[in-house]
């Protein structure tokens, strides 16, 4: 996002002032506190942030974000003093820390995303509405412009809330935001044929292990498993 800082207007901080876990996500909390050991419960503060995140944004409708009552309320979970929580939400790009869209459109513009047509991608984003840093106005997108997302094989690629969309163009993104505006599920992955990270078409080398757990090893003249020096 354009400015991802937290949000200090008193009508926003009163209305998250007496945030508490929901039934589910407090017996959640407890889970994940238990994972670490006595003393080290700071530890748990990365899944907690997100945690609450995705509560508020199952109470507001959207991808979630973390007001700074929020981040205090984690705090206190785990005599966690504020300004560390706040230390750990600036750093990681996971966390928003002001409102965002029912959708949070991450588009990769690192070098080979670029190379790949991630201008193409961004300008299916801005024909639709979307604007850099901006929720729309109906408040489903919000659009950023993100560095390396870990799909280089894949670019140009986005990821939407939880999920990669790969391989894209201008028409094949298109065709997810037309999807997730009418309320459709469009899959995630690559959007070409390929698997996974395989070449388009199928893989072009290794093509047994495709079909099951193929042992190469004689072919290549290597002793198996326990033998040899």
Known sequence: MAVNAPVEDPQVLAQWQDFAWTADNAKRATEIIARYPA?????????????????????????????IPVMEFVGRQIDMPYIRVLEVATFYTMFNLAPVG?????????????????????DACYKKGL???????????????????????????????????????FDSMTAILDSLAAGKAPKPGPQVDRQTSAPEGGPTSLKKMAERNYDYRSQWGAAPAGEGA
């Open 131 to 169: 604007e850099k840093g901006h929720t729309t106005p109906d408040g489903l997108f919000t659009l950023s412009e993100v560095e390396c997302l870990g799909a280089c094989a894949n670019a140009p690629m986005v990821q939407i809330n939880d999920d990669n969309y790969e391989d894209l163009t």
């Open 102 to 122: 029912r959708f949070h459109v991450q588009v990769c513009g690192t070098t080979p995303c670029m190379l790949r047509g991630s201008d193409d991608v961004l």
């Open 39 to 67: 003393g080290r419960q700071h530890s748990a503060v990365l899944p907690l942030l997100d945690l609450a995140q995705r509560q508020v944004g199952a109470q507001t409708n959207t991808q979630g974000w973390i007001p």
